[in-house]
């Protein structure tokens, strides 16, 4: 120290050291805060789950949170090595050098992006928990009619199967296996198209209603009650996902729902070989 310098006040010293912790707080808040961001991910993953939600991508919660950490870190090194730069200087009784605003300006800028790229971030997903909440709640309602699913795709007396061809595709297939073996198309429903000239949206679907007078007689006569299912039935539709499933009565459940012979549920069990080949 030159003979003209004098040590600084004790004043700047506190000051100094005021600043100081000022910064170590807003490391260790940046520190607190990244912990909560990067620890919301998985509790927003918990929470659907247990609410039977849909579960939406959360991964970038995880990264903004450490993102944050580091910045908390950094800040706290960075202000410990101001602070000792800034007591040697009022040591040294240089109290005219102004004080850098790199470390507020950066702190400042570097809060200001990760906010918007949070923002950003909530904004997306809420728009793609939107756009699926459609699509989830008819699959969860798909699931709670069909109840558990057998490893054949029974469920509640109906079969369903999949097609690997469109909906029209299909339906024409099976037009021509009925043609083919003689079986009687007694009306295509097209669900789908009447919901269109109603000014509704619909996915494609179409009923087909078909039998052979000579097959469903004889059931009629042993069980009337099963002229209720009678003609036989395959719907052809498209889900939410655009996948295309053909349905139809199990055999067995209209055999034990209307009490039929056993020698006759071969008239009715023709509807699952069409069904496969119409999928085929």
């Known amino acids: 120290m030159s003979p003209t310098q004098t040590r600084a006040a004790l004043s700047d010293y506190l000051a100094a050291e005021r600043t100081f912790l000022a910064w170590i707080r807003t490391g260790l808040a940046l520190m607190g805060f990244g912990f909560v961001v990067a620890r ?19 991964g970038l919660s995880l990264w903004f949170g450490t993102a944050l950490i580091v910045a908390g870190i950094v800040v706290n090194l960075g202000s410990a090595w101001r602070h000792v730069r800034l007591v040697r200087e009022l040591d040294r009784g240089d109290t005219t050098s102004s004080r850098a605003l790199a470390q507020a ?21 809420r728009d793609s928990a939107g756009s699926n909440s459609g699509n989830f709640h008819s699959t969860k309602m798909e699931e709670e009619l069909m109840g558990a699913e057998g490893s054949k795709g029974v469920a509640n007396g109906i079969v369903k199967k999949p097609s690997n061809h469109s909906v029209d595709e299909t ?8 043609e083919a073996k003689g079986v009687m198309l007694f ?4 669900h789908s198209g009447e919901a269109a000239k109603a000014g509704l949206k619909m996915p494609p679907t179409k009923l087909l209603i078909f039998g052979n007078p000579k097959g469903g007689t004889p059931l009629m006569l042993a069980a009337p ?3 209720i299912d009678l003609p036989l039935k395959i719907l052809v539709a498209e889900d939410a996902q655009g996948k295309v499933w053909l349905s139809y009565n199990s055999p067995e459940y209209l055999e034990e729902r209307h009490g039929l012979p056993q020698d006759l549920v071969q008239n009715i069990s023709v509807v699952e070989v069409l069904a496969a080949k119409a999928g085929e």
């Open 40 to 58: 919301f991910g998985i509790f927003l993953q918990e929470f659907q789950f247990a609410g039977n939600q849909h579960v939406l991508p959360t």
């Open 105 to 125: 300006v950066a702190t400042a800028l570097f809060l200001a992006l990760v906010g918007i790229a949070m923002a950003i971030y909530l904004v997306t997903v």
């Open 171 to 178: 339906v024409a297939k099976l037009k021509g296996i009925l």
């Open 187 to 190: 009306a295509l429903v097209d």
């Open 225 to 227: 009650s099963i002229a």
